[in-house]
């Protein structure tokens, strides 16, 4: 084998071995594509939750804009909170069976 030929074998040996080098911290190191997946998987079902909070949180904000400004709001939400009557009023409950 001439000069070139070493050369080239080194060359190869060398890329070879960065190839393999990379390969395993691409697959097998501390911060791998495995670990990627599974941080983007909690990424994603954090931002659902998050959204989920937005919405309650609109609703809420909604309800609280609506107090604010009506006064027939606040009777409505005592009476679906709080359960509460006007004097002269007749209360009802219906009371729904499990269906089994």
Do not use: C
Request: without cysteine; positive net charge; aromatic residues 8%.
């Amino acid at each position: 084998m001439g000069r070139m030929g070493v050369r080239s074998v080194v060359a190869l040996s060398i890329f070879g071995m960065l190839f393999i080098l990379l390969q395993y911290s691409l697959w097998g190191g501390k911060r791998n594509a495995f670990d990627l997946r599974l941080l983007n998987q909690q990424v994603d079902t954090i931002e659902g939750e998050n959204m989920e909070f937005r919405r309650r949180n609109d609703l809420l904000h909604e309800d609280v804009i609506d107090i604010k400004n009506r006064t027939g709001a606040i009777e409505s939400q005592a009476r679906y909170d709080l359960g509460l009557i006007k004097r002269g009023e007749t209360f009802y409950q219906i009371v729904r069976l499990p269906s089994d």
